[in-house]
């Protein structure tokens, strides 16, 4: 159902003066009944046109809640997908990175795999034909944030509050062509994630989607069925999916995770 341009606008409003405010607000369907997630796309959509047009640059996009072990926690039974920006998006140096939380509400880390595409991926779930298009991949951390309380929200909540995207840091890069029978790891691999030396959480690529790569199939399905947003094109990154459950953050913290049985190196990050 279409959106009142009014609804949008102050969907916009409120979601942006949240996170520039670093204020917790009620998720956006405790007063808006009628907010489903095709408004709330519009939301998104109304976002993104003003952090483009303030100077911030897409770099590509992010999929939230590929993850099925975690739907019930948090109330969602599909994935949904943002943007990432340069605003948003830091390098790691040889796999080690430091971040501030200061700007961020209720911080959570996610390990994640990122695809670089150096052609625009086919609608397809051939998991070769997808492949074909990626230069490299990439282990990462996606931390998201939420102005909600306590992590409760409806999907279209969290649609509308940037894909809960607060900031990702992409580790070492390895070129596709490095990775013997890259389709079937990325499905098998392990990761482990660990806070200060301590394990925190397990998971592996089988757990997004059941695998990064149809993860990103989904997307792309999903964008070529929506004509109001691009699809992916050569040169995006994506941002597959928390491959463990998410943890929560705290200043002073150092977290790594380790990937098994795909050849990725280590990703380490400090929270300042």
Known sequence: MARNESAVIRGADVILDAFASRRMISPLSHTDH????????????????????????????KIGFTNRTIWAEYGVDAPIWGYVYDSTVQQSSGGIATLSLEALLQPRIEPEIVLHFARTPPVTHDEA????????IAPAFEIIQCPYPNWKFTAADAIAAHTLHGALVVGTPVLVSEVDDCCTKLHTFGVELARNGELRAAGGGANVLDSPLLACAHL??????DSNFEPVHAGEIVTTGTLTAPQAVTSGETWLCELDGIGLPSLSITFA
């Open 34 to 61: 009628a907010l489903d997630e095709a408004g709330s796309y519009a939301i998104a959509r109304e976002i993104h046109a003003r952090r483009v047009a303030n100077g911030e640059r897409p770099l590509g996009r």
């Open 129 to 136: 034909a997808i492949l074909g298009c990626i230069d490299w």
């Open 220 to 225: 792309v399905e999903v964008l070529a069925r």
